[in-house]
């Protein structure tokens, strides 16, 4: 399979603590997107790279998240002192080109459940 | 900012009925437009695009789209629907020229096709 792969699938954390989840992109994407979507709504954009850059970032996405992109390859994204309204699906999505028009492809998402 | 208005939250239809998803948007430039599919616990597939030339635009599995720019409007249509395309429906938005390809999604549309 050579969509985009996140790990892991689902999450259950207790609040306060950390987690981490990982994208690997489809091998040739320059672009990397994060995105989340709670319970019955559309996905919210939190953060884009271009390769290793990290180019924009949400509002949504506070001090207690970070998101990396080491050489350009897989990300990941980390959520420090969860708390419950962190509980969503967390979606990554790659692109190639510098093209706007160029389409994103969507993982299967993790969700994240915090208790 | 731009921001996207799925008119249906639900739609039920019978099967070999046609449907009809209405989407709404705002933006100060212009936009391309998308409209995504979501299957139970899997990630977004995207099913047509308009970027520019035919304000008609085809997709797969069937579904069409229509762009009207004095209405705002990218609704999307199929003429005969089967069990298969019950899933949850997202009509979403890029920036002309901006950098990147940073969606913003609609609230979504969940179609339940009836036998």
């Known amino acids: 399979d050579t969509g985009v792969s996140q790990n892991p699938r689902h999450k259950i954390t207790k609040r306060g603590q950390n987690v981490t989840f990982r994208c690997d992109p489809i091998s040739e994407h320059n672009r990397l997107y994060w995105y989340r979507q709670t319970l019955g709504q559309g996905p919210e954009f939190l953060t884009y790279?271009?390769?290793?850059?990290?180019?924009?970032k949400s509002r949504l996405l506070s001090d207690r998240f970070s998101a990396e992109r080491p050489k350009g390859s897989f990300s990941t994204l980390e959520i420090q002192r969860t708390e419950q309204g962190d509980s969503a699906m967390y979606l990554c999505a790659s692109s190639s080109g510098t093209s706007q028009n160029t389409e994103a492809f969507f993982g299967q998402g993790t969700r994240l459940t915090v208790v | 900012a731009q921001s996207v208005t799925q008119l249906d939250s639900q739609v039920p239809v019978f099967e070999e009925a046609p449907v009809e998803l209405r989407c709404n948007y705002s933006?100060?430039?212009?936009?391309?437009l998308f409209w995504y599919v979501q299957y139970p616990n899997q990630g977004l597939q995207l099913l047509l695009k308009?970027?520019?030339?035919?304000?008609l635009v085809k997709g797969i599995n069937g579904f069409e789209a229509e762009f009207n720019k004095s209405q705002t409007s990218f609704h999307l249509r199929k003429p005969s629907v089967h069990i298969s395309d019950t899933a949850e429906y997202f009509c979403?938005?890029?920036?002309?020229?901006?950098?990147?390809?940073?969606?913003?999604f609609g609230g979504g549309t969940r179609v339940l096709v009836k036998p």
């Open positions: 933006s100060s430039v212009s936009v391309y």
């Open positions: 979403a938005v890029s920036l002309f020229r901006a950098a990147g390809n940073k969606l913003t």
């Open positions: 308009y970027l520019s030339g035919s304000t």
């Open positions: 790279f271009q390769n290793e850059a990290q180019l924009e």
